[in-house]
């Protein structure tokens, strides 16, 4: 299985449950119907840690096999799908606070809050471990730094951009006097 | 310590070929020429392995489409002179909500 294809696959497991989360908007007088709602969000959100798991075993082993021609690709959706695992954090603990303030209480709320200090650690380590590069692509970039291959960034962004260098630096002038 | 950053033909392609907003091109130029320079302890890591080069990555929220945000991850290196850093090769993804 490709990389895109593991990762497309775990993606949309993780994007069906969070549409199927932020679909439900009950209002307020519903509050106390927010309490097995919250419940059952909370055992979907603990059943992403099995995903990534998987899914950071695979990367792992992918990597280690040295299958993976763009290891920058491998890293990059190493991250999109943790932050597409971690999504719904934020509003999971918004509904949980708003439970608490009204008295209820949410089984297992400090078990969701493990798992999601266990996504970032797992994602944390998974940044470290993960190679940057292959040897090839180490060596080759080190040899065009001696080599003098690069370009100074203003007049890289410059060509980018499609200007000439002072007006590129006018317009980043005015982006950071904007900031 | 004042870093200059330099950047590579790929990298320039690359980048070029992203067709990113205008203001998220500032915000990348600006990340790695100012923001990566002024907090390489919180803005590189260093990968297990990895005895020369650095991942810089960074998310923009892209303000003209809502829930929109930009990832990128670039493969940097310090120059022997310890006042360059080189970027060498990236990646991007745009990340809807």
């Known amino acids: ?179 | 310590m004042g870093f200059k950053t330099k950047i590579h033909n790929l990298a320039k392609i690359q980048i070029r070929a992203w067709h990113l907003p205008d203001a998220i091109l500032d915000e990348v130029y600006l990340h790695l020429t100012v923001v990566v320079p002024a907090d390489i302890e919180h803005n590189l890591i260093r990968p297990q392995g990895s005895i020369h080069g650095l991942s810089a990555e960074f998310v923009r929220r892209d303000h003209d489409v809502m829930g929109r945000d930009h990832l990128f991850e670039f493969r940097v290196y310090f120059g022997d002179d310890e006042q360059t850093l080189y970027v060498a090769k990236g990646r991007y993804q745009i990340l809807d909500d």
């Not at chain 1, 695992?85 to 009204?102: D, E, N, S, T, W």
């Open chain 1, 1 to 179: 299985m490709s990389i895109e294809m593991m990762m497309d696959a775990a993606e949309r497991q993780l994007t069906a449950a969070n549409e199927t989360l932020e679909a439900w908007k009950p209002t307020d007088s519903e509050l106390a119907g927010f309490v097995p709602y919250a419940e059952n969000a909370i055992l979907l959100f603990l059943d992403r840690q099995a995903v990534m798991e998987r899914a950071v075993e695979r990367m792992q082993k992918l990597a280690q096999l040295g299958q993976v021609p763009d290891l920058l690709q491998l890293r990059s959706e190493a991250s999109r799908l943790f932050r597409c695992a971690l999504r719904p954090v934020a509003g999971h603990r918004k509904l949980l606070a708003a439970l608490a303030g009204a008295g209820f209480v949410v089984g297992e709320a400090e078990r969701f809050e493990q798992s999601v200090r266990d996504l970032e650690r797992m994602r944390d380590e998974l940044r470290k471990s993960l190679p940057l590069a292959t040897c090839e692509e180490f060596q080759t970039e080190l040899s065009a730094i001696e080599k003098g291959e690069f370009q100074d960034a203003d007049a890289a962004f410059a060509e980018i951009a499609g200007v000439d260098v002072e007006t590129w630096r006018q317009r980043i002038a005015k982006s950071q006097a904007g900031l």
